[in-house]
């Protein structure tokens, strides 16, 4: 059984920054894909990014497109989120994902994706 375990939300003012990790165990295949996603308050879930292994391929939503980075360190089994430029709008929890593809992922919703708890990302002046 794969679990997932966040960190690194917090309070920024716009135009901060922050970095989120998300720390994975369990099966490797249940893992070949991580990413990020986001509810902002009243609003529905969002993707945000993914990564892929071990091919390494990344893809992000167009609003963080420059602004953030998806990344992973297979030795640590830990997929990281580098937010830079932050805006009040990415404001939101942010929840881990993983799963054997990107298709499933992209599912939200599929028995063979897990999420993790959610970390509060808050970016205000």
């Known amino acids: 059984q794969v679990q997932l375990e966040e960190s690194g939300g917090g309070l920024v003012q716009p135009g901060g920054s922050l970095r989120l990790s998300c720390a994975a165990s369990?099966?490797?295949?249940?893992?070949?894909?991580m990413g990020w996603f986001r509810q902002a308050p009243e609003k529905e879930r969002e993707f945000v990014a993914y990564?892929?292994?071990?091919?390494?391929?990344?893809y992000n939503r167009d609003s963080v497109k420059g602004r953030f980075t998806i990344s992973r360190d297979n030795a640590k089994n830990t997929v990281y989120l580098q937010m830079n430029n932050l805006k009040p709008d990415d404001t939101g929890v942010y929840y881990c994902?993983?799963?054997?593809?990107?298709?499933?992922?992209?599912?939200?919703?599929?028995?063979?994706?897990?999420w993790g708890h959610g970390t509060q990302v808050t970016v205000s002046s």
């Open positions: 994902a993983a799963a054997p593809t990107y298709g499933i992922l992209l599912t939200q919703s599929s028995r063979s994706l897990t």
């Open positions: 369990g099966r490797a295949i249940s893992t070949r894909v």
């Open positions: 990564h892929t292994w071990p091919d390494g391929d990344t």
